[in-house]
């Protein structure tokens, strides 16, 4: 699916994306700005932290318990639709879908 990240930066980026592949992987290929994704992906780093629109959370679906202990610690403000992106993978169903970036 194409899926696009809109950054506190200003910047956008669209990126087509490999059903099964992470969403920070996706994004840290891609040099999004403010995806880290400094721990690979473990539930250790909080730093591929993005923001889901509320139309969209059907599709991502929800935080579980280790992934919501985290977010607790994102750097850059914890909203109702936080997500950690390592714990997103892509689907087809995403085609479309806009994730903001917060900055720090
Ligand atoms: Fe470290 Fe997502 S990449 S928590």
């Not at 996706?26 to 400094?38: E, S, T």
């Not at 959370?57 to 639709?81: K, N, S, W, Y």
């Amino acid at each position: 699916p194409q899926i696009t990240w809109r950054c506190a930066s200003g910047k956008s980026f669209s990126i087509d994306v490999a059903a099964g592949q992470s969403l920070m992987e996706a994004a840290r290929d891609h040099d999004v700005d403010g995806i880290y994704g400094d721990c690979g992906g473990n539930l250790a780093c909080a730093t591929c932290h993005v923001v889901v629109p509320p139309e969209w959370v059907p599709v991502t679906g929800q935080p579980d318990a280790m992934e919501d202990d985290m977010l607790d610690i994102v750097e850059t403000g914890r909203t109702e639709t936080s997500r950690l992106s390592c714990q997103i993978l892509a689907t087809e169903e995403m085609e479309g879908m806009v994730l903001d970036v917060p900055g720090a």
